[in-house]
């Protein structure tokens, strides 16, 4: 099973961009993505590993940290396994390698968001 994000970039202060993270392999290796929680996390240079944001396995339920809550959206489309997060009004403290993660099951690779003018 694999966890590709994708959509990271640079980006100046109050734009927005859109991560994707694509699953791979979960039929195959006999899982099933709907029925996996998925979350957002994020390091920062320095800093510890931040959980930015999740989703329940349906799509019907999702937390936010208070540092992104009213400007990032995660959603997913489980016919497409894939999860999302529209990231809006981005702040240069935003910058940060974001991953997602599948929970308990796998981390994908990372992608890069630098927020800067």
């Known amino acids: 099973v694999q966890l590709v994000e994708s959509g990271g970039g640079v980006v100046q202060p109050g734009g927005s961009l859109r991560l994707s993270c694509a699953a791979s392999g979960f039929t195959a290796s006999g899982f099933t993505f709907s029925r996996y929680g998925m979350t957002w996390y994020r390091r920062a240079p320095g800093k510890e590993r931040e959980l930015v944001a999740r989703?329940?396995?349906?799509?019907?339920?999702?937390y936010y940290a208070d540092s992104v809550l009213g400007r990032f959206t995660v959603s997913r489309d489980n016919a497409k396994n894939t999860v999302y997060l529209q990231m809006n009004s981005l702040k240069p403290e935003d910058t940060a390698v974001y991953y997602c993660?599948?929970?308990?099951?796998?981390w994908g690779q990372g992608t890069q968001v630098t927020v800067s003018s």
């Open positions: 989703i329940s396995n349906a799509g019907g339920s999702t």
């Open positions: 993660y599948a929970v308990g099951l796998v």
